[in-house]
């Protein structure tokens, strides 16, 4: 997903970005359909002096000062808004750099200083409303509020900072989410920044403070709160409250620290102010110019060091210009957020970033190295029978997913990756197959009825048909002497007892000469090849088998690549028809002697249903239990693994590990 800087043809899609150099980092992100604004980062010290968020990005300051130890002087840059108490000691003020720049200094240490950086906005109102509380000797239990009250006339996104006692609450504004947090534990002043996205209508943010059961001081004896309002229009929102004077921003354009994958950069940054961005400009250093907004990727041809320049051109002919040098080569991987996207069983999650997209199937996970602070959409998508959950996400991941947080049931959103970080899709369905590990020395796969609980036993001539299609494998290893061997089949019984019947093919190992052919069997008597049948590796093989009644069976196999079929008629009494079967097998030979397992890399079977009492179901069916199976050998070394069952329980494959 692109990173626009606003102008009259395309939108943006925000992007979050947080300050690495803070003692305490609080990354956000917001976006709503028409405000331009990029926040660059959020954080605040105690007992410090300085802020550094990311160059480019205009600087909102705000701090609690000291009462008695503590000097209290004003901001010794830009503006500020004081609030003293009631003996006329300055308690609290909101101030506001002047300039463009990623540092902030004040003379003095204050109890708490804190900041946001902003970017790429069109029009910014702020407010503020305080209540100083009285002077020392109050009693514990006293609790003050400040509140902002304001009318929105278009779409804003709106910041919110708040300062108080030792602990406090912030409220007021619908889908507000907290962005920072108070770390206080120490006793001393707390403060908080929260956002919302906000439609026209009238509102009111509030910070009531928390008595904390000790004697106050004048710097605690505040509840300051300002609202800084992010729009497409100007003059946004009127309020009461007074109003805090923002100072303009210069031009200017920053990069963050490339993502380098191989020969493969991805850049992301910004600009400001965005309302008159006219283009940006990129020359990649080898000879190559592009123009596009934020984050840009350029794979380069060769290994080397490239200077990467970007320029802003604005509408009043103005520009401004940075860049940066990246080393590139195969195997590099440099400045990278690492996001995994992981899908819970029950469904799959498909993914746009800028890096591009893909789609993660049910209970799998994938890795991408994305740009610093990039953005990217997620989709989750349940299988028929399931629902979609939830997402859960570690930190790092912060997003306003279609005005709904992460952890809610949106199942298509918006996230921002500002670290190394894993998110998750979480399916949820009104039932399930009730599915147990096993373990086989020659069986691997799926082996499945319908389990009676009072008899712990499946339920006798349950099942009348089973169908399924595989792939015919090629044998990745047969050389001289070897004699591996390999089956795929689907068959009825042989769970409980030693009654099977089957149909499917061989995949042989010959003294080194590969060997294919169908083949059929209605177990304990031997199994018989199915002439004229034509196997070849690659080829699409169909079977079903279908009960008919009296013991009596008919088998039907379909090489689908070559157009071939055949129906066998078997009989087999005593089959209880209690299970199917899904099996890649390690044949036995002589003496009962199971041969090596031939190395047939993968086998995938799909088209799996089962009949049970007369209803075709898929294998994850509701009403489906049994065994999936293990093939180990008698050091329990796994010869073969099955995976997990596919969203509409139609499919699987199995992985060979040894022989």
């Not at 300062?163 to 947090?181: H, I, K, N, W």
């Not at 399930?432 to 009072?454: D, E, H, I, K, R």
């Not at 196997?535 to 689908?560: C, H, K, M």
Request: charged share 10%.
């Amino acid at each position: 997903m692109k990173f626009s800087i606003f102008n009259a043809q395309s939108q943006m899609n925000l992007k979050v970005i947080a300050s690495a150099v803070a003692l305490i980092v609080i990354p956000f992100f917001v976006s709503i359909c028409q405000a331009q604004v990029v926040i660059n980062g959020a954080q605040e010290v105690q007992f410090g002096n300085s802020l550094a968020l990311p160059a480019g990005s205009q600087l909102y300051v705000y701090g609690m000062k000291g009462g008695g130890c503590c000097a209290t002087s004003p901001f010794l840059d830009g503006q500020s808004i004081s609030v003293t108490n009631a003996t006329g000691v300055t308690a609290a003020e909101f101030g506001v750099s002047t300039v463009n720049s990623n540092s902030f200094t004040t003379g003095d240490a204050y109890y708490v200083i804190g900041g946001f950086g902003a970017s790429d906005y069109k029009y910014v109102q702020a407010f503020y409303g305080a209540n100083p509380g009285p002077a020392i000797g109050t009693p514990t239990s006293f609790s003050m509020t400040g509140q902002v009250q304001f009318v929105l006339s278009a779409p804003a996104t709106v910041i919110v900072v708040a300062m108080g006692d030792v602990a406090q609450t912030v409220s007021g504004l619908p889908g507000m989410v907290t962005d920072a947090p108070s770390p206080n534990s120490q006793g001393y002043v707390a403060f908080e920044i929260d956002h919302a996205n906000l439609e026209p209508g009238t509102y009111t943010a509030q910070v009531v403070t928390v008595p904390d059961g000790a004697s106050q001081i004048l710097n605690e004896e505040v509840a300051l709160i300002g609202v800084f309002i992010f729009s497409d229009q100007p003059d946004a929102a009127t309020s009461s409250n007074p109003e805090i004077p923002l100072p303009g921003s210069t031009d200017t354009v920053f990069q963050f620290p490339a993502c380098v994958n191989g020969l493969q950069v991805d850049v992301n940054g910004g600009a400001s102010p965005g309302a008159s961005v006219a283009s940006i400009e990129w020359s990649w250093g080898d000879g190559q110019q592009t123009t596009g907004f934020f984050p840009q990727s350029h794979t380069y041809s060769s290994a080397g060091q490239y200077a990467v320049q970007v320029a802003a051109n604005y509408g009043d002919g103005s520009s401004a210009s940075a860049s940066q040098t990246v080393t590139v080569a195969p195997g590099i991987l440099s400045g990278c957020v690492s996001l995994t996207i992981a899908a819970g069983q029950g469904g799959s999650v498909s993914y746009q970033a800028s890096v591009g997209l893909g789609t993660v199937a049910a209970g799998t996970s994938t890795n991408l190295q994305l740009d610093y602070g990039d953005d990217l959409s997620l989709t989750a998508d349940p299988c028929p029978i399931n629902s979609f959950s939830d997402w859960s996400a570690s930190s790092g991941i912060s997003g306003l997913p279609n005005g709904t947080p992460v952890g809610t049931n949106s199942a298509s959103i918006a996230i921002v990756v500002n670290t190394n970080s894993q998110i998750v899709a979480n399916f949820s369905a009104p039932c399930a197959a009730s599915l147990f590990p096993n373990t086989s020395q020659s069986w691997c796969g799926y082996a499945l009825g319908m389990w009676v609980p009072t008899t712990t036993e499946f339920q006798v001539g349950a099942v009348s048909d089973i169908k399924g299609t595989w792939t015919v494998p090629t044998i990745l290893d047969c050389s001289f002497p070897d004699r591996d061997r390999s089956s795929t089949w689907i068959g009825i019984g042989g769970v409980a007892d030693k009654y099977l019947v089957q149909v499917g093919t061989a995949q042989n190992c010959n003294l080194g000469r590969p060997e294919n052919y169908a083949w059929f069997e209605a177990y304990p008597k031997k199994q018989k090849q199915i002439h004229r049948f034509p196997v070849n590796p690659g080829d699409i093989v169909s079977a079903e088998i279908s009960f008919l009644g009296n013991g009596q069976y008919r088998l039907t196999i379909e090489n689908v690549t070559q157009g071939v079929s055949t129906n066998i008629s078997v009989s087999q009494p005593s089959n209880q028809n209690d299970t199917a079967e899904w099996i890649v097998e390690a044949p036995q030979g002589i003496l009962r002697k199971t041969w090596p397992l031939a190395d047939f890399g993968k086998e995938s079977f799909s088209n799996c249903s089962v009949t049970l009492n007369s209803k075709e179901v898929p294998a994850n069916s509701c009403t489906v239990s049994g065994y999936v199976i293990t093939m180990e050998d008698g050091n329990d070394t796994i010869k073969a693994q099955p995976s997990s069952l596919s969203c509409d329980g139609t499919s699987f494959s199995v992985m060979w590990q040894h022989k």
